[in-house]
C-alpha cells in the first residue's frame, strides 16, 4: 500500500544513503536441487551496479506435425505457457501445422508459487471452447540455470503428452526453458509475467530501450548579393530582401536599404538540420511592393545531402545560384518547354561540421563534442548507472477506478538516451537495468528521469481528469561526473521534487548505483586547460539570441525525431529532459539566484567583521600576530604572494577531509521552493504569451517578463561564478582541486625563489603585450575555471 501524501518536513527532500546488495548471486542446486548461492566477482560483469533479480525463461521456438481438427479439418495453433497463476500466449495461427513463434516469456521467481512449468499448445475454435491439443510439463527443480557469459541455451524437440499425461500425442514443440536475470540477452524483447494485463497495443510501449539522438548539425547561409532582380512592376526599382526556409525554421535578411537591381547584403542565416536530411533549403527574393505586400521575384531550391561540410574555421566557397522567375513572364518558357532563369543569387552555403549543436543548456550540458566525428577525441572514462528502484511513488491516474501509477526511468547522457521497461500498477518498482555511456569529458551532467506512462492502450485517465494523455512527470535528478571520485560506487536515494502551482510536492525516490572510470588520468587532467566548447563557438561565435533560437529549434527536431521511434520517447518527456522552458521568467528563480550571490559576500563580511574585531583589540593576542604579521609583509613584500598562496594551498588540504561525500541533488532551500508564494507560483506556471484578458496588458506583462528573464539568467551567471571560485578548494570536484592544491604549492615554491621585481616586470610585460600574440580563443586559467562545478545542477 502506497500513502497518498507524502509527510511534510525537509528530511524527506535530502539525498540519503542506501546499502543494496549490488553484483551477481547465482542459485547453486547441484545435480538435482540442493541450496547455497553462488558469488560472482569478475570484474568484467555488466550488471554489478544491480541488484539481480531472477526470471524462468521459456523459449517457443516451432511446432511440428501438429494434429487437425476432425471437424474443420484444419489446426490454428497457439501456446499457452503457465507458471501458478501466470499465463501467457503467442501468436494464434491459422491452419498452419508447422507454425513458428519465436517468442519469449519471463516469469519473476519471485512471484512463481508453483513447481512446475506447464506448456500446452491450444487449437483455437471460434464458436466453441479452444481445444487443447498437448502439453509439455517441465520440472521447476530441473529447469537448467543459465550463468552468463554462457552461450544461449539450445531449444530441444519435446513430444506432446494429452492432458493427463499418460501418454505421447501427436505432434512436437521446440522449447528452451532456463533460470536467468535481467542481463539475458532475451529479457528485453521477451513477454513479462509482470505486465500480463497490458493490452496487446500497449505492449511495445513497456519495453526498455536504447535511443541515440539525431546527428545535428548548423546550416549556414551566407547571403551576399543578387543580381538582375526585376520587380512585377517595371516602373519602380526594387527593394527587396531574402527569405530562407528548412521546414517550419524561417529567418529573412534585413531590407536592402537601397533600392537597385543589384542588392547587397552579406548577412548570415543560421538554422539547425537533422540528418537523415528531410528538409530543403527554399530561398526566395522578394520585393517590398507596399506595407502590406511582398511579392516574390525568384526562388531557388537546394537540397541539404549536396552541400559542403565545413570542419575548420576556414571560409567555403561561394557559389552563384540562377533563381526560377515568379509573376509575369514566368510562364512564358512553358511555351517552349524550358524555364527562363533572370535572377541571380550570391551564396556561401556550408554544413558546419566543427560547432557542438546545443539541444541542452551549457549549465548542465552532457556531450560537448562537435557535429563532424573525425574532430571526436578518445574517450576519457566511462560512466555507468544502476537504475534500481523507486520507492513511495504517488499514484498519477485513474484506471478502472483505481488510483495507480506505471512509473519507467529515462537517462540522457551524450547522444545517448535509455528508457526502462515500465513496471505496471506499481508504487515501489523495481527496474534492476545497468546502462554505460562513454565520457569524452568529465565536466557534463547526466540527466535522469522518472514520468508515468499512459499509453498502455487501456481506459487510463489523468488524475486530474480531461485532456489529451501524456506522460506525467514524476521528477528529475542531475548529477554532474566531476564531483564524483573514479572507481568508487555510490548508492543513493534520490529525492524526486517537483514543483505545481499547488506549491512543492515531492512525488517519491529514485534509487541509483554511479560509478565513474577514469580510463586516462592524463587525458582528463589534460581537458581542465581546454575550452568547454569546440573552438568554433569562440573563433566565430553566435550572439545570445541566436543561441536561444537555435537551440529551441534543436529540441523540437530532437523531440520530433525521437517521438517517430518505437515506442516512442514522447515530446513532453523529451522537453522535460532538455528543460526547454529554463529561460523563462520566475519569480522564485530570480529570487534564488540573487541570495546564490548575496550568500557569495558573507566571506567578505565575515573577514570585514574579523577586522574590526581586530582594531577593537577584542582578542589581544589575535591583535598582536596581525600587527607582527603586518610589520613581516610590510619589510619583505616578496612574501605576500607566497603567504597566500601556500595560505590557500593548507585551506584546500584542510579541507579535503570536510569534502562531500555524495553527488550533487536537487536542493529544495537553495531554489527558494520551501517558501514560494503562491501568486508567484502562479506566475511561473502562467502560459506564454500570458492569458489575461487586457490586450494592453497582455503586452506589457510578456515585454516584462522577457526582460526579466534576461536579468534572471544574468544573476544567476554571476552566483555560478562566484561558486566555482568557492570550488577550488571545497573539493566538489577532486581533480580540479588537486590540481589548483598543487598549482599553489608550486606557485608558492616559484614565487619564494623568484624576485618579486622580476615577477612585477614578466606580469607587466605579459598583460601588454602586442595583439598579435593574443589568441581569440579563452586562456588555460579561464578553461579550467569554467569547468569547475556550481550549484546550478543542484537547482530546481
Known amino acids: 500500500m502506497n500513502p497518498l501524501a507524502v509527510p511534510d518536513h525537509k528530511d524527506d527532500f535530502k539525498l540519503k544513503d542506501t546499502r543494496p546488495q549490488l553484483g551477481e548471486r547465482w542459485p547453486h542446486r547441484g545435480p538435482r536441487g540442493g541450496g547455497g548461492w553462488i558469488s560472482s566477482e569478475r570484474a568484467t560483469s555488466t550488471y554489478d551496479l544491480v541488484e539481480q533479480m531472477f526470471y524462468l525463461f521459456v523459449r517457443v521456438v516451432k511446432a511440428k506435425d501438429l494434429p487437425t481438427n476432425p471437424l474443420t479439418g484444419s489446426c490454428d495453433p497457439y501456446i499457452e505457457v503457465k507458471v501458478g497463476n501466470y499465463k501467457g500466449e503467442t501468436q494464434r495461427f491459422e491452419k498452419k501445422t508447422n507454425p513458428e513463434w519465436k517468442q519469449v516469456f519471463a516469469f519473476s521467481k519471485d512471484k512463481v508459487q508453483s513447481s512446475v512449468v506447464e506448456v500446452f499448445l491450444r487449437d483455437r475454435e471460434i464458436v466453441a471452447r479452444d481445444d487443447y491439443v498437448g502439453k509439455v510439463v517441465f520440472d521447476m527443480h530441473e529447469v537448467p540455470t543459465r550463468v552468463p557469459p554462457d552461450s544461449p541455451l539450445a531449444p530441444q524437440w519435446y513430444r506432446l503428452e494429452d492432458l493427463r499425461g499418460d501418454r505421447k500425442v501427436r505432434g512436437e514443440v521446440m522449447l528452451a526453458v532456463w533460470m536467468g536475470t535481467q542481463a539475458d540477452e532475451a529479457f528485453p524483447e521477451a513477454w513479462h ?245 562513454e565520457v569524452y569529458d568529465p565536466s557534463t551532467v547526466i540527466t535522469l528521469g522518472v514520468f508515468d506512462n499512459c499509453h498502455l492502450g487501456g481506459g487510463e485517465k489523468p488524475a486530474a481528469g480531461g485532456g489529451a494523455r501524456i506522460d506525467s512527470r514524476i521528477g528529475k535528478v542531475r548529477i554532474r561526473l566531476s564531483t564524483l571520485e573514479t572507481d568508487r560506487i555510490y548508492t543513493h536515494s534520490y529525492p524526486l521534487l517537483v514543483l505545481q502551482p499547488s506549491g512543492l510536492k515531492k512525488m517519491g525516490e529514485l534509487q541509483l548505483a554511479v560509478r565513474f572510470t577514469c580510463l586516462s588520468l592524463a587525458n582528463m587532467i589534460y581537458l581542465y586547460g581546454n575550452p568547454l566548447l569546440p573552438k568554433m563557438h569562440y573563433l566565430h561565435p553566435f550572439t545570445v539570441n541566436q543561441l536561444d533560437s537555435l537551440r529551441y529549434q534543436a529540441i523540437n527536431i530532437v523531440a520530433v525525431r525521437l517521438s517517430r521511434a518505437e515506442p ?229
Not at 329 to 350: T, Y
Not at 383 to 411: F, H, N, W
Open 193 to 437: 509475467s509482470d505486465a500480463a494485463s497490458v493490452h496487446r497495443e500497449g505492449v511495445l510501449n513497456i519495453r526498455s530501450k536504447v535511443y541515440v539522438s539525431p546527428k545535428l548539425w548548423y546550416l549556414r547561409v551566407n547571403v551576399i548579393e543578387a543580381q538582375d532582380v526585376e520587380p512585377l512592376d517595371q516602373s519602380q526599382s526594387p527593394q527587396v530582401f531574402v527569405k530562407a526556409q528548412v521546414g517550419n525554421q524561417v529567418l529573412k535578411t534585413k531590407l536592402c536599404p537601397t533600392r537597385t537591381t543589384n542588392p547587397m547584403w552579406n548577412e548570415d542565416l543560421i538554422f539547425v538540420v537533422a540528418e537523415p536530411f528531410e528538409e530543403h533549403l527554399i530561398l526566395t527574393v522578394e520585393n517590398k511592393a507596399s506595407h502590406a505586400k511582398d511579392e516574390v521575384v525568384g526562388r531557388v531550391d537546394l537540397l541539404l545531402h549536396i552541400l559542403e561540410r565545413r570542419m575548420d574555421h576556414r571560409p567555403v566557397h561561394s557559389r552563384w545560384f540562377n533563381l526560377e522567375r515568379f509573376g509575369f513572364g514566368a510562364l512564358e518558357g512553358d511555351k517552349g518547354h524550358e524555364l527562363k532563369f533572370s535572377i541571380r543569387l550570391h551564396l556561401r552555403v556550408c554544413l558546419e561540421g566543427a560547432y557542438h549543436v546545443l539541444d541542452e543548456s551549457t549549465m548542465y550540458i552532457s556531450d560537448q563534442r562537435p557535429t563532424a566525428w573525425q574532430l571526436w577525441k578518445q574517450p576519457v572514462g566511462i560512466l555507468e548507472v544502476g537504475i534500481l528502484s523507486a520507492q513511495g511513488l504517488l499514484p498519477m491516474k485513474t484506471m478502472e477506478g483505481r488510483r495507480t501509477t506505471d512509473a519507467y526511468c529515462v537517462a540522457k547522457y551524450g547522444l545517448k538516451w535509455i528508457r526502462t521497461r515500465t513496471i505496471i500498477e506499481n508504487f515501489n518498482p523495481k527496474w534492476n537495468e545497468q546502462y554505460t555511456w
Open 568 to 796: 516512442p520517447l514522447r515530446k513532453e518527456v523529451v522537453e522535460y529532459m532538455l528543460d526547454v522552458d529554463s529561460h523563462m521568467w520566475s519569480m522564485r528563480r530570480s529570487k534564488a539566484n540573487f541570495f546564490r550571490i548575496v550568500s557569495l559576500f558573507s566571506g567578505v563580511i565575515s573577514i570585514s567583521k574579523w577586522l574590526g574585531e581586530v582594531c577593537k583589540w577584542k582578542n589581544p593576542v589575535t591583535t598582536v600576530l596581525v600587527h607582527v604579521l603586518f610589520f613581516i609583509l610590510v619589510c619583505y613584500p616578496e612574501l605576500i604572494l607566497p603567504t597566500i598562496f601556500l595560505y590557500m594551498f593548507l585551506i584546500g588540504i584542510w579541507n579535503y577531509h570536510l569534502r562531500p561525500r555524495h553527488p550533487s541533488h536537487m536542493d529544495t532551500k537553495l531554489s527558494w521552493a520551501e517558501a514560494v508564494h503562491p501568486d508567484e507560483l502562479d506566475e511561473e506556471f502562467d502560459t506564454f504569451p500570458t492569458s489575461k484578458q487586457q490586450d494592453v496588458a497582455r503586452m506589457r506583462y510578456d515585454r516584462l517578463r522577457s526582460v526579466a528573464g534576461r536579468i534572471q539568467t544574468v544573476m544567476g551567471d554571476m552566483a555560478t561564478q562566484g561558486e566555482r571560485f568557492q570550488a577550488l578548494l571545497s573539493w566538489r570536484d577532486p581533480r580540479a582541486t588537486s590540481l589548483f592544491v598543487i598549482f599553489c604549492l608550486i606557485a608558492a615554491v616559484v614565487l619564494y625563489i623568484t624576485p618579486f621585481k622580476i615577477i612585477t616586470l614578466v606580469t607587466g610585460l605579459f598583460w601588454l603585450r602586442h595583439p598579435r600574440f593574443h589568441s581569440k580563443q579563452p586562456s588555460i586559467p579561464s578553461n579550467f575555471f569554467r569547468r569547475l562545478p556550481s550549484h546550478a545542477d543542484s537547482m530546481l
